[in-house]
């Protein structure tokens, strides 16, 4: 039986820390891999193509899974149907040079498989990020697809059964594609999962509940730890805060209603806005680069995503004996903000953390994706743990070691 996954953490340097987490496991148990045979549904057809481009990195802090040997999995769940209001797209896609592609319906999903023609025994389950409510249920491929085939590795992913902020649905319809996987294909040597944004979340919720079915994982800016809702919670509470307004306005009228006024009033009052910026930076690591270019990048789709987040604010948030941080610069004591902020009511050693300097959401380059991917079958396959670093502490020269290349206007160290 395999024992949970260690992790390694490449982040980014939003204005929040960035991670890309690696999950490695206790090595393959699985019996050689046979020769790929194709699925009834699939079919095959090679094709010139280029790779993707990587998706951009989002706030992510430390996941720290619990190893339990004698953990019995879930068994997965697989709708029928797409969800009411979804419906599928056409799965079918072009193989690289020296692979088959196989792709059909699994459920209510639709999937694709790319199998190299020299297949090494590696396969990746790939999960993808965050769609709004988009009605079209799509495959996404891995962004290092090229590097994958070229390697010898297949790879599979899921469109799920239906859009929006999905992880638990996500780690069942993953972990059916994988046992689809095993009956067209037998069992792989090594198994990984990764994903990027919510498919981060998707392959962290996999290790909790199909621990037996994945050798590593890598989870590429995932929201753990302080996770995405307390961001977002903490977020309206420090704007109220930078914008005046008191407990007793909050509660008069909800907490969500007053981001009407929260908002404008952050827009008008440049000293208010540049408060809330230094809240949020030492809330979530301190100074670093990029901090300015992702707090703007970000300033209003956290305030967006705090309306669409209401319900679960309101339900789930709870900040009553949160103690803010402070920066001395800001001139405030600790003290003073915590007395007027409004208020709503393991196996650490599987863990390893990087950083990737970058404002963006998962803006990963192929080359440090590809590094991650290559740790981490090292330290699966050959028990020799990756090099990190200390994502908790200061942040001003965090990634250095990690960041291939250094974006432009990066100063190499503060």
Known sequence: MKLRPPILLPIAL??????????????GDGDPPATASPSPQATATPVETSLP?????????????????????AEPILPDQPAEGFHLSDPSFQALPGAQAFFGELGGTVYRIEMPDDW?????????????LEAELVVDEPPIREYLIENGYAWAASSFSSNSFVPFQGAHETAALHDFFLDEFDQPDYTYIGGGSMGGNVTLLSLELFPNRYDGALAACAATGLGELDFIGHYVALAAYAAGINQEEFDSTGALAQLVRVVPALATDAEARDLFEGLVATLTGGPRPFRYEGFEEFYLPNFFLAGALAPLLLDAFDNTD???PVDPASGLTSEELNAEVVRLAGNDDLLVQRAVRAPGHCD??????????????????NG????????????????LDFTDPLREADPGGL
């Not at 990963?364 to 396959?381: C, G, K, P, R, Y």
Request: with cysteine; proline share 8%; net charge negative.
């Open 322 to 324: 949160f103690v803010y």
């Open 384 to 399: 020799v743990k990756p090099q990190g670093e200390d994502i908790l502490g200061p942040l001003e020269d965090a990634g």
């Open 53 to 73: 481009a990587t998706a951009t990195p989002t706030l992510s802090l430390t996941p720290t899974p619990a190893s339990n040997p004698g953990q019995t999995e």
């Open 120 to 132: 090494n025994g590696r396969l990746l389950l790939w999960a993808h990020g965050f769609r709004s």
């Open 364 to 381: 990963f380059s192929d080359q440090e994706m590809i590094a991650a991917t290559e740790a981490l079958a090292n330290w699966v396959e």
């Open 14 to 27: 939003l204005p929040i820390a960035l991670l890309l987490a690696f999950v490695a496991a206790c090595g």
